[in-house]
């Protein structure tokens, strides 16, 4: 004998169940998102490795390994001890240079010039060298604190760490350019590159990738490397991140092909703002550097 289906007063409750069972694993589920986003990814590293191919990049420097930190951010909301040994770390990925690409600190005024000196004392040494270029935060709020940059950056090259503000230098046979701060109108793009032999590997340091678009870059073939966006911080699988603090919101992370035979690669950075990442972990990026196929 086949069973009667159940009739609207008996099916009621077990759909009243099953409502009840969904809002609670939606609510749990939400949770557990928050606070995996708080409390595990803003200190997960990814370390990301890959090549990067540079025209008549010199013998000596081919095989080297790069590595590149950014978006460091600190400050009052970073935790130091997570900053000091994510940046004594470093020491395992055995680099041969470590360039980095701005906003070290979280600051209104000076007033993290110091400590964020203090905490930069943990990042490891670099056979051949560790450079570094300004962002917007170096300046203070609002980029107004031209003195607070002034001092972070003697700072900086007081712990060995050289300041490149607009200029260019010699690196075994690379030419290592770094631009300011871009945001406050401090980037002298085509001043800078025009330094530049272009018979010779080139490679350049820009923390905010909008300056990508500016003119100047127009005798400029190589890569540059940027930070700024963080990544967006938080995005959903399969979809750009819904705010980054870019003009070109292309610019979001990772490796993007310009205009006029370049590559800009934008690091997700190390810190934060606020204490949330989600789907963007913060990054660490180790190149291999070798020679492009120049055809």
Not at 122 to 127: D, G, Q, R, V, Y
Request: some cysteine; aromatic content about 8%.
């Amino acid at each position: 004998m086949s069973e009667q289906p159940p009739t609207p007063e008996t099916a009621t409750p077990t759909r009243r169940k099953f409502l009840r069972r969904a809002v609670r694993g939606c609510l749990v589920g939400g949770v557990g998102a928050l606070g995996y986003a708080y409390a595990i990814e803003p200190h997960w590293i990814d370390v990301v490795r890959r090549p990067l191919p540079i025209a008549k990049l010199p013998e000596s420097l081919v095989g080297r390994r790069l590595v590149q930190l950014s978006d460091i951010h600190i400050g009052g909301t970073v935790s130091d001890d997570y900053m000091r040994n994510a940046l004594a770390g470093i020491a395992s990925l055995r680099p041969d240079i470590i360039v980095m690409t701005g906003d070290y600190m979280t600051s209104n005024g000076g007033e993290q010039v110091d400590h964020a000196l203090n905490v930069f004392q943990s990042l490891t040494e670099a056979p051949l060298g560790r450079y570094a270029v300004l962002g917007n935060h170096d300046y203070g709020r609002g980029g107004l604190y031209l003195k607070t940059a002034k001092r972070f950056t003697a700072g900086l090259n007081d712990l060995d760490i050289r300041v490149l503000r607009n200029e260019v230098i010699d690196l075994l046979g690379l030419q290592l350019a770094g631009l300011d701060e871009f945001l406050f109108q401090r980037c002298m793009i085509g001043p800078t590159l025009n330094q530049l032999d272009p018979d010779r590997a080139m490679l350049t340091l820009c923390h905010n990738p909008d300056a990508a678009d500016q003119d100047g870059w127009q005798n400029f073939k190589g890569w540059i490397l940027s930070g700024h966006t963080h990544g967006g911080q938080c995005k959903f699988p399969g979809f750009d991140p819904p705010i980054t603090p870019v003009f070109n919101k292309r610019y979001t992370a990772g490796e993007f092909h310009l205009s006029g035979n370049r590559q800009m690669y934008i690091n997700r950075g190390l810190g934060y703002l606020r204490r949330v990442r989600f789907n963007c972990r913060p990054e660490v990026t180790v190149f291999t550097l070798e020679q492009a196929d120049e055809a």
